[in-house]
């Protein structure tokens, strides 16, 4: 019968051994450059760019499974995981499985059966070779991985990796050490936001290219991210309640012209409309088509050169030319008001040619 060490060198050969062996593997490297997430054989590992590495406590294994304690710290795990997917940062969890060292080498059985020190390491180890630490280590690694996924874990996140007996947590000479060499370690590897591919608003424009990352759903954008302003006068298309404004027109919160004017120039002594201006014409119809709140004031002007009563007759045909062109785009006469002022308000110096042109105008003015 064996004769069983005094309790005092007992506990100072447990003391001795648990402490050589307390360093758990925890070295900074990266086992999730892989080709398959669930891949039970030892994957290299790879040094990688990451934001932040939140290694978690050991999940210890008895012979029952996972450990009552160890079920609980599942959910501190989940919760973690849980606050970077809000911040929608790209995740990748590690699962590495270790057992207890193994003790089928026949060389260190047969020295330790000749020596008392080994004899009585051997009245506390257990038996395990090395294919059976491999294949317990697999499903310790499984196990933990179809957990997490039962808590809302994406499988596609996960990177399993079996180390077997390599690596012990403790010594193997006392049954708490191999209790606590059975284990899974779990790491969450969160990468750096600018490797995010994010579209907060959905509208296909990356937050990390968007000038408008809040736009809201359904509205077309531009390649910027930004709604469309087809009239150009700063209120969005899908909030502009006066859509297609002359370019002229200041406009209101709802993209309304609060004062308008739209000039067009003429010839010396004519009063038709030059080739250049019938766009500007059309155009000003089809917003007064769309906007019918709205009548317009047609004013006539000329420049100084001449006698002033003649002047005074040019600007009025002038202003009932464009009138005429307005009613043969579709609006009603009786929105439109004319009125000859002649060469009484010039908008530039008579002297040069330039000014003259400017001064020899028709200006439509919008009202209510």
Same mark, same amino acid.
Do not use: W
């Given at each position: 019968m064996m004769k069983r060490l005094p309790m005092k060198l007992f506990i100072l050969t447990m003391i001795f051994t648990l402490s050589s062996f307390g360093g758990i593997y925890d070295y900074n490297y990266s086992p999730l450059e892989q080709e398959s997430n669930t891949t039970t054989e030892r994957s290299p590992l790879m040094y990688g760019d990451f934001d932040k590495i939140i290694r978690f406590k050991a999940l210890l294994f008895d012979e029952e499974g996972l450990t009552r304690e160890s079920k609980t710290y599942l959910d501190t795990i989940v919760k973690t995981v849980d606050e970077y997917k809000i911040d929608k940062r790209k995740l990748g969890v590690s699962i590495i499985a270790y057992t207890q060292a193994v003790t089928d080498d026949k060389n260190e059985e047969a020295i330790a059966s000749k020596t008392y020190a080994n004899k009585i390491q051997n009245w506390f180890r257990k038996d395990l070779d090395k294919?059976?630490?491999?294949?317990?280590? @697999?499903?310790?690694?499984?196990?933990?991985?179809?957990?997490?996924?039962?808590?809302? $874990?994406?499988?596609?996140?996960?990177?399993?990796?079996?180390?077997?007996?390599?690596?012990?947590?403790?010594?193997?000479?006392?049954?708490?050490?191999?209790?606590?060499?059975?284990?899974?370690?779990?790491?969450?590897?969160?990468?750096?936001? @600018?490797?995010?591919?994010?579209?907060?608003?959905?509208?296909?424009?990356?937050?990390?290219?968007?000038?408008?990352?809040?736009t809201p759903i359904g509205v077309r954008v531009d390649l910027k991210g930004c709604p469309l302003d087809t009239d150009s006068d700063g209120v969005y298309d899908y909030k502009d309640q006066c859509p297609g404004t002359p370019k002229s027109f200041k406009v209101d919160v709802d993209g309304c012209p609060l004062v308008g004017t739209l000039r067009l120039?003429?010839?010396?002594?004519?009063?038709?409309? @030059? @080739?250049?201006?019938?766009?500007?014409?059309?155009?000003?119809?089809?917003?007064?088509?769309?906007?019918?709140?709205?009548?317009?004031? $047609?004013?006539?002007?000329?420049d100084s050169t001449g006698d002033e009563n003649y002047n005074l007759t040019l600007s009025f045909l002038r202003a009932n030319e464009v009138r005429k062109a307005l009613i043969q785009e579709g609006i009603e006469a009786r929105r439109l008001i004319v009125t000859g002022l002649g060469e009484s308000m010039p908008v530039s110096d008579n002297e040069r040619e330039e000014g003259r042109y400017a001064n020899r105008r028709v200006e439509m003015k919008l009202y209510y």
């Open positions: 294919n059976t630490s491999e294949h317990i280590s @697999e499903e310790y690694a499984f196990d933990i991985q179809k957990l997490l996924i039962d808590k809302g $874990i994406d499988k596609n996140m996960t990177v399993l990796e079996v180390r077997g007996a390599n690596d012990p947590a403790y010594s193997g000479a006392t049954s708490e050490g191999r209790a606590l060499s059975n284990r899974v370690m779990v790491a969450l590897y969160v990468y750096p936001p @600018e490797d995010i591919e994010v579209d907060s608003d959905g509208d296909s424009v990356f937050d990390k290219k968007d000038a408008c990352p809040e120039n003429f010839t010396f002594n004519k009063y038709n409309i @030059e @080739e250049y201006a019938y766009p500007k014409v059309a155009s000003f119809a089809q917003f007064l088509k769309e906007n019918s709140q709205y009548k317009v004031e $047609i004013s006539g002007h000329t």
